[in-house]
């Protein structure tokens, strides 16, 4: 008998509609006829009866089958025509995609983050609603005067949000650019996407961080390009690998996130930079600085981007005000030559049409406002206090069997513990313990380590979740 | 001698930026060598003087060149390092993509457009300002309360906003669907996308409608599909169009904007409607319902959609609220089977993590607001009266040699002047008479055919911009 795939890309329950749907149309189940109950195709199927549940829900939205209460579940009596009719085979539709899927773990952190508001969350990218500047961005909207156009943005992003960003990059960056040169973008997400998908073609090799950035690797995939990696040690990349990579693969490009890095959360070294922009030159290679965290410095003094320091020109530089605000207001921007400003965002008008320009303008007002220094100064001493709060607990807890370095800046702690362990098992039971963190092997790392983001817990909660885990870890007798 | 290529898709500026690149990597002009003059270059490569000062300030911006007011341009001073350093070749990236680029009438509009404010607009498919709900959209803002949490959104959408939809799609389109269906999007836009990206392959066959969305064929283009047409008469498509498609391509989907379609106006008709969902569902093919203007129907009784007529669940039901409320709000949606909205809802987490929460709350509030009503009924008396002016001034100006259908709905009036003309000459000889159409072949097609967008223009503008349009004809002797 048939039983659905549980190694397949497709859920459960739209295996059992689709297999449904298929019996239905060959007329095993005709018009009229009644469907086995809830329950007892579970029993067959071997499955939950939650996801039967779904699957019938999923026929009758596609109009293939009724429930009545009472008299159970029935197939949809076909109209009175000769031709009989057919569903589009969806799921196939879904199936044949070349768009690689984000990796499981993602979904089934963000599926148990649905279920569970109150679980602890060290998983999530981002930063915890106090932090953000809530009450500033409230308090723009309701001054601000009526929109005289809201109409399609200018193809770039909204002329006022670059003018202010150029003030920005230069004050907070020591980066000169101009309005034509930046592209306004949703979140550095929507950058990275652009540059891969448009600036290169399947079969490039390029160069990224091991390990890295979770939501840039299926993106990398899905644009066919053969990727390399770039080990880390506690100071960044190494350069000389680049050139290596480039010899033996002829890489096109190469990305880093070289201030406090997702997710290892550490600082590319300043001799490292100059180093990496000389190889660059060099060999004419593009960089692609990603850099969302570095005004996130606990210091207050970010070093300088590979962006500043670049006098050949081999830098696009990407910025993000999803970790130093928030996250919601999806904007993002590039700095780069204006032959590739102008060609994505030709290509981008033809995906999206470009970003609303309500939270453009709001951006736009709070950069130049005179809260948000202070916003920034706040933001940074309340990071360095619950990363002091992580790494406190860790210590406490795991007692020297959790290795990890101390960031500097940013929202994210990489930590080892154990060499080797079953990181779904370990994450299941974390969950259940009230907690959820980010698998190593989501950002293509070697087994063994894992990410908290103490960037997006609230502080009075990082003890109980490193408890939490460590309760985890002991129960699956990894110490 | 080297001279640009004027039939090249790079623009001059940017082939003779890459060009003296070149030159100086190679060392032709060697590090501190002065430039010829931009007035000498101009007359050497036959170009305007201001095209080489664009080069001249793309080379300085990666820091190849140096201008000193007095002493002219030079070839900057290299480092005193031996490695000779080298600028990524940044327009070859540009030209190597895959992603097919717009068409360059829509380029040059835009920037004319740019250049002269006061062009009277009827190229542009939105709205003017004064039929925007600027008013209502600027008392929302604010009078709403800070967001509890601006965080990154939900993957399908703003719940809120989704739960809003869901009630707007039953009372205003007769569609009914549930939450878990609904997936917001950058406008129609980004659904078109999503679709065309994540659910097609390359060398699918698809059928659209002929003439169509100038933005949309460029996508299809661009992921590979053989695209073959349904020529519209005054009904709409010939539903018996499709079903030989199918028998001759295996065309895999239908992409159909039935109401006041973009460019011509035109209605399908109630009867084809149901042929063509009768074929859909014989043939098992998905319907793509791309319906943007169906509430701007004058007498206020747009026709049920595909969508709320289909009982196969053959058809995705894509909506947006560019050309009903603003086209800056940036929100779309698409009503589709659950397992389609969730693999869509997955990629585009890849390609922008989503929407700002901003402008999706502000929707949400307004959807329920007492206020969308009376703003939908005044929408539609404005636009019948500005398309009963296009007509008056067609008539009036062109004495018969204007052939049109008068639109009952929506933005867009498609109008057939001489038999076959160029385009580029019309085009340029209205601008310099202040006035601007979008031109046929932009919509795929054949010649002698112009869409006159009357949303855009402010009313008192019409009659003198369809003169100007007459004046533009007379002067190339169309008729
Ligand atoms: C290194 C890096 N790049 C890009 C992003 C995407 O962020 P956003 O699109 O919100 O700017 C993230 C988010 O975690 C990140 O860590
Ligand atoms: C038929 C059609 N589809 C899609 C769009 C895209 O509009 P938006 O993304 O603003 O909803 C347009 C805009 O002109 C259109 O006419």
């Not at 400003?341 to 999206?352: K, N």
């Not at 709070?366 to 202070?374: A, E, M, N, R, T």
Request: hydrophobic letters at 35%; charged letters at 25%; a neutral charge.
């Amino acid at each position: 008998m048939w039983s659905p795939d549980r190694n397949s890309g497709t859920t459960l329950y739209m295996q059992i509609a689709e297999h449904l749907a298929q019996k239905i149309r060959c007329g095993e189940f005709p018009p009229g006829s009644g469907l086995p109950s809830e329950r007892k195709l579970a029993g067959q199927l071997g499955v939950n009866r939650s996801t039967v549940v779904l699957a019938f829900s999923e026929l009758r939205s596609i109009g293939l089958i009724e429930s009545r209460s009472g008299s159970g579940t029935r197939v949809s009596l076909a109209d009175s025509e000769e031709t009989p009719k057919h569903t589009p085979n969806w799921s196939q539709y879904a199936d044949d995609s070349s768009m690689v899927r984000n990796p499981p773990f993602l979904r089934k952190i963000s599926e148990a983050l649905q279920q569970n508001p109150e679980l602890i969350d060290m998983a999530s990218g981002q930063l915890s609603g106090d932090l953000a500047p809530t009450q500033e961005i409230a308090e723009i909207m309701s001054q601000n005067r009526p929109m005289s156009y809201l109409g399609y943005d200018n193809p770039q992003g909204y002329p006022p949000l670059r003018e202010a960003l150029v003030r920005y990059l230069n004050r907070h960056r020591g980066i000169d650019t101009t309005e034509s040169s930046l592209l306004i973008t949703s979140g550095s997400q929507q950058s990275l996407y652009l540059i891969i998908r448009c600036l290169l073609s399947p079969g490039d090799a390029v160069a990224i961080e091991d390990p890295s950035y979770c939501f840039s690797l299926p993106m990398f995939q899905t644009a066919g390009l053969r990727v390399f990696r770039l080990p880390l040690d506690q100071h960044g990349v190494q350069p000389e690998d680049i050139r290596q990579l480039y010899k033996k693969h002829r890489i096109k490009m190469v990305f880093l996130n070289p201030n406090y890095q997702n997710p290892t959360g550490t600082l590319l070294s300043e001799e490292r930079r100059r180093k990496v922009l000389d190889i660059a030159s060099e060999l004419a290679l593009p960089i692609i600085e990603d850099d969302p965290y570095s005004l996130t410095a606990y210091d207050g003094e970010p070093p300088a981007p590979l962006k500043a320091l670049d006098t050949t020109g081999s830098v696009i530089y990407i910025g993000s005000f999803s970790k130093i605000a928030a996250s919601g207001l999806r904007i993002g921007w590039m700095a780069a030559p204006r032959a590739i400003v102008e060609r994505l965002a030709d290509a981008r008008q033809q995906m999206d049409f470009g970003l609303s320009v309500i939270p453009q303008q709001v951006v736009a007002t709070f950069l130049d406002s005179p809260q948000f220094v202070p916003h920034l100064e706040r933001l940074r001493r309340e990071l360095q206090f619950k990363r002091d709060m992580v790494t406190a607990a860790l210590r406490r807890e795991f007692q020297g069997r959790a290795e990890f370095l101390e960031p500097r800046g940013g929202i994210h702690l990489w930590c080892k513990i154990g060499a080797d362990y079953n990181e779904n098992r370990l994450l299941e039971q974390s969950i259940r313990n009230g907690f959820v963190f980010g698998p190593g092997s989501v950002y293509g790392s070697e087994p063994g380590c894992l990410r908290l983001t103490f960037g997006r817990a609230n502080a009075g909660d990082i003890d109980r979740g490193i408890a939490a885990l460590r309760e985890a870890a002991e129960k699956l007798d990894l110490f």
